[in-house]
Nanobody, 123 residues
Framework: VQLQASGGGLVQGGGSLRLSCAAS????????MGWFRQVPGKEREFVAA????????LYADSVKGRFTISRDNAKSTVYLQMNSLKFDDTGVYYC?????????????????WGQGTQVTVSS
């Protein structure tokens, strides 16, 4: 399974971006999907995750109320709508396909990873 993340870029603080992650196989429709982010020198950080059918969603406390994760299984794609962006949201954002249908908030719960897309928020 290959995951292709896109939608990153440079945005001013307070702005919005929408990330997309397209999977090469529809079998990921049976798996939870997640977004993580990483900045140099720090560990990869959980951002959001969604169950196979969208019925169970997890968010990191730092993004609750600002980010929204969703998925379209017909398109094998998961999205991350990011609003009210802050400087601390800067990083490389990775999408991942989970081991199970239910979402996990740790990287060990994911088996396939995309290549990452850079998000830079200017202060």
């Amino acid at each position: 399974v290959q995951l292709q993340a896109s939608g990153g870029g440079l945005v001013q603080g307070g702005g919005s971006l929408r990330l997309s992650c397209a999977a090469s196989r529809r079998t990921v429709s049976n798996n939870a999907m997640g977004w993580f982010r990483q900045v140099p020198g720090k560990e990869r950080e959980f951002v959001a995750a969604i169950s196979w059918n969208g019925g169970n969603i997890l968010y990191a406390d730092s993004v609750k109320g600002r980010f929204t994760i969703s998925r379209d299984n017909a398109k094998s794609t998961v999205y991350l709508q990011m609003n009210s962006l802050k400087f601390d949201d800067t990083g490389v954002y990775y999408c991942a396909a989970g081991l199970r249908p239910v979402p996990a908030s740790t990287s060990t719960g994911y088996i396939y990873w995309g290549q990452g897309t850079q998000v830079t928020v200017s202060s």
